[in-house]
């Protein structure tokens, strides 16, 4: 099974979506290790309550992305960790840990991508008056919240909804979306045509080793 590992900066709700469906054998893969870039973020010790060892690296002198990303990609290799989720990790990453795990890295945004990147997306898509908001899993590359879609789901906004109960909702749809579409990217082939993401095997590989394995 393979080994994950998950990067976040906060809460952890989403981490623990991960760690439970990994726990019921529905993740398709097992997570080795948290790690996080604030000392104090709560999902440390939501990982050490579930038993997955939690790691606090040094981010250096930047405040939106890793000065040294080295240790990070030390420490992920020592533990021999194939892919990276992301959950609600705050900083933008760069060529050394991108180049490690290039169309190995997936991360979740609490918006249907491409609308609403970056920071606050929920609040800012609530103020804009969005009666269709949701979220987006997603390949992790050089660019904010901007790689190939894996996944969405949508949520629509009732009109008795409020800011507070727009935000539940589509947390709720994060915790569903994110293993689902983990699970899928792990366990199903799948290829890339341009941004697209195309689950099933490729008309390539279908010519290379045809049903049957005779022609
Ligand atoms: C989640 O809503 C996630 O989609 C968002 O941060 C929150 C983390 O919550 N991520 C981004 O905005 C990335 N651009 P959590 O710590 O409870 O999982």
Same mark, same amino acid.
């Given at each position: ?9 906060? +809460? ?10 990994? +726990?019921?054998?529905?993740?398709? &893969?097992? *997570?080795?290790? $948290? $790690? ?8 440390? %010790? ?5 038993? *997955?060892? /939690?790691?606090? $690296? ?7 992305? *890793? ?5 990070? $990609? ?8 194939? =892919?990276?989720?992301? %959950? ?10 991108? &180049?490690?795990? !290039?169309d ?9 991508l491409p609308?609403? !990147? ?14 269709? &908001?949701?979220?987006t899993?997603h390949l992790v590359e050089?660019a904010?919240?901007a790689g190939p879609i894996l996944?969405q789901? /949508? =949520? ?13 909702? *589509? ?8 293993? +689902? ?7 199903? !082939?799948w290829h890339r045509e341009g941004r697209r993401v195309i ?9 290379? /080793? ?6």
């Open positions: 099974m393979r080994a994950l590992a998950v990067l976040a900066s906060g +809460q952890g709700t989403n981490f623990e979506a991960l760690a439970l469906a990994a +726990q019921r054998g529905e993740l398709g &893969g097992r *997570i080795v290790a $948290l $790690l996080s870039d604030q000392p104090e973020a709560p999902v440390l %010790a939501r990982a050490r309550r579930l038993g *997955i060892e /939690a790691l606090h $690296l040094p981010t250096g002198r930047l405040r939106t992305r *890793i000065e040294d990303e080295g240790p990070w $990609l030390d420490a992920l290799r020592a533990r021999g960790v194939e =892919v990276v989720l992301l %959950a609600g990790f705050m900083r933008r990453l760069h060529g050394t840990l991108l &180049g490690a795990f !290039p190995r890295m997936l991360n979740i945004h609490p918006s249907l609308a609403f !990147p970056g920071l606050d997306a929920i609040r800012r898509a609530w103020e804009h008056g969005v009666r269709t &908001g949701g979220c899993v050089d904010l919240d996944a789901s /949508a =949520v629509e906004v009732r009109d008795d909804d409020t800011l507070a109960s727009f935000e539940q909702a *589509i947390h709720a749809a994060e915790h569903r979306l994110y293993p +689902q579409a983990v699970r899928r990217f792990l366990t199903e !082939p689950f099933g095997a490729s008309p390539a590989a279908a010519v290379a /080793a045809p049903p049957g394995g005779s022609r």
